[in-house]
């Protein structure tokens, strides 16, 4: 997981970011708290650091994270690499210490794809891997 803050805030010029240092930084989530389990582990990442984020619902559904952050100025948590993005409008700073959340796929019954499966098959070679 890594932080996307628009070109020019002050966290971009950074190498990494503590979630203790998005104190008091505006953060787009994906869903509603409460309703959404990602925006609650989010959430609850930020309380463990001992921050209170102050999140809000992007209002456009359906886009990658990092263009909330061109179009709103606030922050949002990414999984693309690190550097600079959307164009140079936004940048991706890693997070230290490194924060893991949880990968889920779905995919319709009865179904066989090579890549998924070699994708399963890699993934449970780590603790906690695929379940299958």
């Not at 209002?59 to 922050?75: F, K, S």
């Not at 990414?78 to 600079?84: E, I, L």
Request: hydrophobic share 40%.
């Amino acid at each position: 997981l890594r932080v996307a803050v628009p070109a020019g805030h002050p966290l971009a010029a950074r190498p990494t970011v503590a979630l203790a240092d998005l104190r008091g930084e505006p953060l787009t989530v994906w869903g509603e708290s409460g309703s959404s389990a990602y925006t609650d582990l989010l959430i609850g990442l930020c309380r463990q650091a001992g921050v209170e984020p102050d999140t809000q619902r992007n209002p456009v559904q359906g886009t990658p994270p990092i263009t909330a952050v061109t179009a709103t100025g606030r922050l949002a948590f990414v999984t693309v690499p690190p550097g600079p993005a959307a164009g140079g409008a936004a940048y991706v700073v890693d997070l230290d210490p490194p924060v893991h959340v949880p990968v889920h796929a779905l995919w319709p019954a009865h179904t066989t794809c090579r890549d998924r499966d070699a994708f399963l098959g890699r993934a449970g070679d780590f603790p906690g891997g695929a379940a299958g």
